[in-house]
């Protein structure tokens, strides 16, 4: 059962209400993730792309009930989240984990590295005596490529890619399944970034883990992922097979991201499609369409009716209407 889908998300919502007036009467809504849905199979990485405001956050965080979503199902090997009870949410934290994208905010200052990484294998009750936790804390340092002396140093003495190891070792504490990761490069210098990028990898091959990978970098989730979801707006407009969606994008959202990013190579020729105006605000939706307001090849049909997300190969689903 190598394949079979680990986790399962089905018409997800999550809408933060705007209220205003004297009465702080709701006025309006943020639509932050506005019906999504997909699978993640064992062993996946699934890359989840869009600019800053999309939803790909809040997506992640209602996943993991950080957040709580407005309505919709997160199945998790077989078991819907979303139904269970508060006093029992922490019952999913040791298969499902999450990386967040600030190394510096991420870790408490008043601790040292050592009690930060072996905090969950106490909460989860997964060590006996203190020796049993300073060898499962060593064993993390090593799998993360960090010396055991840092153990009794805090986290003001480590570099930026050196924190991010540590949050990487205390999410691997716990054994998960699957981890999110919010896009854990993008505070860090480039040339760290892909000592992490490759240090997951390597952990994912290891491990046998399965990864949510978030980011705004469409060239860091095409190195890393299997599958790429493009979000815009709260909702998938693209997703399939990593390298179809990065070589032949058929959504122009998507065409916009994949040719902005730089091509080294002076004799790869790239279509040009210029971008109009910003990114419209979740509060105030486009109707149909919802990137028609910034699109070249908008037709009445995109200001009128919204596409539905529909397979046009194998496993390969766009919502466009001419695609």
Known sequence: MENSVLLKVKNLIKYFPVRGGRFSRIIGYVKAVDGVSFDIKRGETLGLVGESGSGKTNLGLCILRLREPTSGEVIFKNRDITKLKQTRISEIYKDMQIIFQDPYSSLNPRMKIGEIVGEPLIIHKLIKNKSEKTAKIKKLFEEVGLDHTYIDKYPHELSGGQRQRIIIARALAVSPSLIICDEPTSALDVS??????????????????????????????????????????????????????????????????????????????????????EIPSPINIPSGCRFHTRCNFVKEICRQIEPELREIEKGWFIACHFV
């Open 192 to 277: 760290i970034q892909a000592q992490i990028i490759n240090l997951l990898e390597d952990l994912k091959n290891h491990l046998s883990l399965t990864y949510l990978f978030i980011s705004h970098d469409l060239s860091v989730v095409k190195h890393i992922s299997d599958r790429i979801a493009v979000m815009y707006l709260g909702k998938i407009i693209e997703i399939g097979n990593s390298e179809n969606v990065c070589s032949s994008p058929k959504h122009p959202y998507t065409k916009l991201l994949i040719f902005s990013v730089p091509i080294p190579d002076p004799e790869v020729k790239y279509e040009h499609i210029p971008l109009n105006d």
